[in-house]
């Protein structure tokens, strides 16, 4: 029995209800996530090791990189992957649990307003994400960042640090920011369908 719920959860992962729930899908588990392993990492894996300040010094070095980079950009995203799919994957774990086909879920009304449910908040921690994301990373990587260095040795004080492939990073970051707005624009318009096909089917 175990297997069947497995199999259930499974499908209705990867086969939503919705057709845009199936484009959103496609879109999040492939695009979005071979961007983010592929190149943010290729983007950002070594950015720590090439991030040099005056005085070059591996210690200050670390230490205005910790002070540039609270949390690394490739954990934030990965963090905002995984938050974001919760609401989906508890929702279809339910599903699994009650064996309710994915036909269903659209044609009973409490199956209907959990799965919007998981979407609005699925869209909600999508704005959440791309708040903080513009909160710690900003739109743009410039080239210097200014570090104060004064409570690692006094007489440092404010010091200039090279970051390294800003260009690069600054097309990733606009890069990130589309594709949170596009899945936001998915889970609207999927909502948009449940409520449209919901009506029609009450009106048939």
């Not at 090439?50 to 963090?79: G, M």
Request: with cysteine; proline share 4%; aromatic share 16%.
């Amino acid at each position: 029995m175990s297997l069947n719920y497995i199999k259930n959860f499974y499908e209705g992962c990867l086969r939503p209800p919705t057709v845009i729930g199936q484009f959103h899908t496609l879109f999040f588990g492939s695009v979005r996530m071979f961007f983010l392993w592929v190149l943010g990492f290729a983007v950002y894996g070594n950015e720590a090791l090439h991030f040099s300040c005056d005085p070059d010094k591996r210690e200050i070095n670390l230490f205005c990189y910790y002070q540039f980079r609270p949390i690394t950009p490739q954990v934030f995203w990965a963090l905002q992957l995984v938050t974001v799919l919760v609401p989906g994957a508890v929702f279809h774990l339910y599903a699994a649990c009650k064996s309710i086909d994915q036909e269903s879920i659209l044609q009973r009304p409490t199956y209907t307003v959990f799965y919007i449910l998981s979407a609005l908040l699925r869209i909600i921690l999508e704005v959440i994400a791309f708040w903080l994301q513009s909160h710690l990373f900003g739109f743009q990587v410039k080239s210097l960042y200014h570090c104060d260095a004064s409570s690692l040795e006094k007489r440092l004080g404010i010091i200039r640090c090279l970051v390294p492939e800003h260009f690069e990073k600054t097309i990733f970051l606009i890069a990130m920011y589309t594709f949170t707005a596009v899945t936001v624009a998915l889970g609207a318009a999927e909502v948009f369908e449940i409520l449209c096909r919901r009506l029609s089917f009450l009106s048939g």
